[in-house]
């Protein structure tokens, strides 16, 4: 774990020292570029003529709001009375019907038929063992005996 750390914070590194040296270099061919151009003058616009002054408009007097003599009276209203709602209509008695006496309690089991034509395949139980030398990484047999 950390090796790879350390592997990774070095080629870190090594990509910001490089795009450093790419970035001086360009700032050092930005250096030796020759001054731009200068930009034209524009003259400066004129200034437009001034806007007209805005007429004074006359004040305008209203007349005054006629005046109500007399205000006529409105009719009294009478409501008839609200109906007593003290005596409200019965309601019928609603009674459920009694509960059989051979109710089950217990649901009954059911067996479901296997299913045809799925076949698992069969899972290894033991690790098989790899040899300790492969034969094409091997030495060859000596000739001479020591």
């Known amino acids: 774990m950390a090796a790879s750390k350390c592997c990774f914070v070095l080629s870190l590194?090594?990509?910001?020292?490089?795009?450093?040296?790419?970035?001086a270099y360009a700032a050092r061919r930005l250096l030796d570029t020759p001054p731009p151009p200068a930009l034209p003058t524009i003259p400066p616009l004129t200034m437009p003529p001034p806007l007209p002054?805005?007429?004074?408009?006359?004040?305008?007097?209203?007349?005054?709001?006629?005046?109500?003599?007399?205000v006529p009276t409105l009719p009294k209203f009478t409501l008839p009375p609200l109906p007593s709602t003290t005596q409200l209509p019965s309601l019928p008695k609603f009674t459920l019907p009694p509960l059989p006496a051979n109710f089950p309690t217990t649901l009954p089991k059911?067996?479901?038929?296997?299913?045809?034509?799925?076949?698992?395949?069969?899972?290894?139980?033991?690790?098989?063992?790899?040899?300790?030398?492969?034969?094409?990484?091997?030495?060859?047999?000596?000739?001479?005996?020591?």
Not at 13 to 23: G, M, P, R
Not at 113 to 142: N, R
Request: no cysteine.
């Open 53 to 70: 002054s805005i007429p004074t408009l006359p004040n305008p007097t209203l007349p005054p709001l006629p005046t109500i003599l007399a």
């Open 110 to 146: 059911f067996t479901l038929p296997p299913l045809a034509g799925i076949s698992f395949p069969t899972l290894p139980t033991t690790i098989p063992s790899f040899p300790t030398t492969l034969p094409f990484l091997s030495p060859p047999p000596s000739t001479t005996s020591p």
């Open 13 to 23: 590194i090594i990509a910001l020292s490089s795009t450093s040296i790419d970035v």
